[in-house]
């Protein structure tokens, strides 16, 4: 269909070219013919012949060039928009909507400027997703900062009691722990934004990983009195081993975190043909449906106003997402509020192949 409308096209386009060019060439023989009559002049045939063809010529290219700006307008208007709406973006103002009205889908210019639209349309939503980040990146540092100094301002009264000081020193010593928890998951997360990131694939036993990180999580998992079970297949991987800890360590605090005390922590690590899957459920509150679409963005928390005690910016689940990622993997969360949260990490026991 395409190629047929090609070829009519074409062929329509030679038959107008003829045309204009056969009625030059008719025009410049009347008006010859008329000269020769008026001075009663008749030279040789070839001559005639020539004259006229130069006449032909000249009316042709006077003609055209008389009625080209008429018809390059549009041409001139289209590229002025064009100029303007990159002039815009430069100067960092994104809402840039040209209309593509040249010609159909499939002409060059219309195909401009629908990929201008598209580069400007990228540029707002980073734009967006930038002024998001900078003010999700103040808000976790203002909280903070408010509360330590309202508590150091509380300290300087003399009056204070012992236990109170003492208890006044924690909250500042946990604010402070939160504050470089989160500029060292903001380096991370910059880390693995950009490309170069060191990625040091070897081939290790990924449940000696896992059983190690549990044992160095201990300490939490004990105080809060939860039983941690594990079932664990031998898998060898080929991945970062520091990277993947990250995820697994991410993964374990949010269990210890969420699940009240007394309750159950299960970590599994099994081989399904090529892929290692390794499940960490447990029996806290659970997450609905609609959070856990957005649990993996940065800065997502499922309850805002949960209570400081509880910690965290919203960024542990984005980091595993983005190591996971790196290693060509899946991580995913399974939760019916109420009933506790599964998530599920899928990895190529072969490592990333590009
Ligand atoms: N096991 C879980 N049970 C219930 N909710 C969870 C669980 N894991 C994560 N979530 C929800 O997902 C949100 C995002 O988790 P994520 O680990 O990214 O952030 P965080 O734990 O709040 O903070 P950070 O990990 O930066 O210390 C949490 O705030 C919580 O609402
Ligand atoms: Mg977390």
């Known amino acids: 269909m395409k190629r047929l409308r090609f070829v009519l096209k074409s062929i329509l386009t030679v038959i107008a070219v003829m045309s204009i060019v056969s009625l030059f060439w008719t025009a410049a023989y009347f008006i010859t013919e008329a000269l ?16 006229s063809s130069i006449l032909g010529f000249l009316l042709f290219g006077m ?4 009625i080209s700006p008429f018809l390059r307008k549009r041409e001139k208007v289209f590229w002025q928009h064009l100029i303007d709406a990159i002039n815009r973006i430069a100067k960092g103002d994104f809402r840039v909507n040209l209309q593509a009205d040249w010609g159909g889908r499939n002409h060059p210019f219309a195909e401009l400027v629908t990929r201008i639209n598209d580069m400007a349309a990228n540029l707002q939503a980073m734009e967006e997703m930038r002024q998001e980040f900078i003010s999700n990146v103040s808000h976790e540092i203002g909280s903070p900062l408010t509360s330590i100094r309202g508590f150091a301002r509380a300290l300087k009264n003399e009056d204070l009691s012992r236990e109170q000081r003492l208890h ?6 946990t604010e402070c722990v939160r504050l470089s928890k989160l500029s060292e998951n903001l380096l991370r997360l910059a ?9 040091h694939p ?6 000696t990983q896992l059983q190690t990180l549990i044992l160095h999580c201990e300490p939490q998992w004990a105080e809060k009195e939860l039983n941690m079970c594990v079932l664990f297949e031998k898998v060898i991987i080929t991945a970062d081993e520091d990277l993947l800890s990250q995820v697994w360590l991410n993964l374990i605090h949010n269990a210890i975190k969420f699940t009240p005390k007394g309750g159950t922590i299960t970590i599994q690590l099994q081989r399904r043909g090529e892929q290692a899957i390794v499940t960490v459920s447990d029996t806290g509150p659970g997450i609905n449906e609609h959070d856990q679409l957005r649990i993996f963005e940065r800065f997502y928390k499922a309850d805002k106003s949960r209570h400081r005690a509880a ?5 542990g689940l984005s980091i595993a997402k983005k190591i996971v990622d790196i290693h060509h993997g899946i991580i995913s969360v399974q939760s019916q509020p109420g009933e506790g949260a599964t998530f599920t990490v899928e990895l190529p026991v072969h490592g990333p192949v590009s």
């Open 191 to 199: 880390m693995l934004d950009s490309d170069h990131y060191p990625f």
């Open 202 to 207: 070897t081939s290790y036993r990924l449940d």
């Open 63 to 66: 003609t055209m060039s008389a």
């Open 36 to 51: 020769y009559t008026q001075f009663a002049w008749r030279p040789h045939p070839l001559v005639r012949q020539i004259i």
């Open 168 to 173: 006044y020193l924690d909250i500042i010593e």
């Open 311 to 315: 910690g965290g910016s919203g960024l």
